[in-house]
């Protein structure tokens, strides 16, 4: 049944503990889902797609709305907190700014005062602006959940790699009674710049039709004295890395010449559809447009520093 | 369905209101407040017609539930003026032609309203960045920025 303006009749419970929530969800399966802000659910709920019968708020618990940055450890995020708090957070500016970049390009400034990080990630849009960034900076996902191999219901923490995080439209690597709780971003290499490059209908506040994001990093390891990360967004069942792309770009030295192979590589790593926003041959061509952009970009600036 | 029993400060004014779990702040303004200035544009977050402030941020209220304010405060369109005279972000709007039909109107103000105190300054394209969210058939926009600017070099929005 559609609602509109209103939502379908639930149940709205403040979780008051972690354990108690994964109890709870775990429980009650479909009937139950967490709240975070509400901007993917409310629309979906809107739509008929999902009939939750209780909305479990757990923005509040310990540690969903922090953000912790160390030079050494690296960034954690919690699943709780804002676009608006990750986009404009001095940390994450300085020292991960493509995850400000990523976040900052979502909808509008209301609904970033509101969508989360991690309900973004659960969501498992192939289309998450936080996705791609997600994947380049080697995000790990801390998931709390019913420990399988206890017996007695205790519940435990595991953590997936965001590369193995998303499995196709809308479908993660979350388990039934689970709750994202944070994600954890190791210490970058040193003198890493990256660039998030989203193309939509308008210059901002769309979903997007296209997302592409770039990192490149000097590596004396590499042949070609660089390594570079290619993230997708919109192009394919899931976010994904381009990885013939980053193969290519490790071995041959920078420049337009291996800008061009690279981005025809990621190109040939996106399988688009076409939906209302634009066919599948333009979101394929966009791909390697974008990731040329993103590569010259990251290339100057790497350049310059 | 539960009923919420919550406190809220809307617009300066400490109010008690039951809730059901799936009242939304939209509905719970315009249905228990009687505060219809905020309006249902499109139910999806998308064109900000239902904007207000939440503890001083611009939320779509139309995705937010009514318990969710529970504690906190919530600023509308029928609080941004003073007792005898309109805001100077208001008054900028009425001389500057920026509205139409005014039903983005509500939303617009008070987006623009929280973008001056954070920004005192902004440009012409943070002024297009901030209001991305608040969509308008009307105007056209040109002269929503003309009043925003010109409300900014007044001294701000109040």
């Not at chain 1, 040193?190 to 769309?206: I, M, N, P, Q």
């Not at chain 1, 792309?245 to 790593?269: I, R, S, T, Y």
Request: proline letters at 6%; hydrophobic letters at 40%.
């Amino acid at each position: 049944m559609q609602s509109r303006p209103g939502l379908s009749d639930f149940d709205y419970v403040r979780a008051s503990a972690l354990d108690e929530a994964v109890r709870l969800l775990k429980e009650r399966g479909d009937m139950a889902r967490p709240l975070m802000g509400g901007t993917d659910l409310f629309v979906r709920m809107r739509d008929g797609v999902i009939q939750p019968q209780i909305l479990l708020d757990v923005k509040h618990l310990p540690g969903m709305r922090d953000i912790v940055c160390d030079e050494q450890a690296g960034l954690t995020v919690g699943a709780a907190v804002t676009m608006n708090e990750v986009g404009c957070h001095p940390d994450v500016l300085a020292h991960y700014p493509l995850l400000a970049e990523a976040a900052n390009s979502v909808a509008s400034y209301q609904l970033r005062n509101r969508a989360t990080l991690g309900g973004n990630l659960c969501n498992g849009s192939p289309a998450a602006d936080t996705a791609p960034a997600a994947l380049l900076l080697e995000g790990r996902l801390a998931i709390y959940g019913p420990d399988p191999s206890a017996s007695s219901g205790q519940c435990g923490e595991r953590e997936v790699p965001a590369t193995e995080f998303f499995l196709g439209p809308g479908q993660t690597a979350m388990q039934a009674g689970e709750l994202l709780t944070a994600v954890r971003f190791p210490r970058l290499p040193d003198g890493a710049v990256a660039k998030y490059l989203k193309l939509g209908r308008s210059k901002a506040g769309d979903l997007s039709i296209v997302g592409v994001a770039v990192l490149g990093f000097p590596d004396d390891t590499a042949p070609s004295g660089y390594r570079f990360r290619i993230g997708l967004a919109s192009v394919a069942p899931v976010p994904l890395r381009a990885v013939e792309a980053e193969a290519l770009l490790v071995q041959k030295p920078p420049g337009e010449d291996a800008f061009c192979q690279a981005a025809e590589k990621a190109m040939e790593a996106a399988s688009p559809i076409g939906d209302v926003r634009a066919s599948a041959q333009y979101r394929q061509a966009m791909v390697r447009n974008l990731t040329l952009r993103g590569l010259r970009d990251v290339w100057a600036r790497l350049q310059s520093a | 369905m539960t009923m919420h029993t919550i406190t809220v400060r809307v617009n300066g004014d400490q109010e008690y209101v039951v809730v059901p779990s799936n009242m939304t702040l939209l509905q719970m303004l315009r249905e228990k407040l009687a505060l219809t200035g905020t309006k249902n544009g499109c139910s999806a977050g998308e064109c900000g017609a239902c904007t207000v402030l939440v503890d001083g941020e611009p939320v779509n209220s139309c995705m937010m539930l009514a318990v969710e304010v529970d504690g906190r405060e919530v600023t509308t369109v029928e609080g941004l003026a003073h007792e005898d005279r309109l805001s100077a972000m208001q008054e900028a709007f009425v001389e500057h032609s920026a509205l139409q039909c005014g039903f983005c109107t509500p939303g617009v103000l008070i987006s623009a309203h929280a973008l001056l105190e954070r920004n005192p300054h902004p440009t012409d394209d943070e002024v297009r960045e901030a209001l991305v969210g608040n969509l308008c058939r009307c105007t056209g926009y040109l002269r929503i920025v003309q009043a925003v600017q010109a409300a900014a070099e007044k001294g701000g929005a109040s």
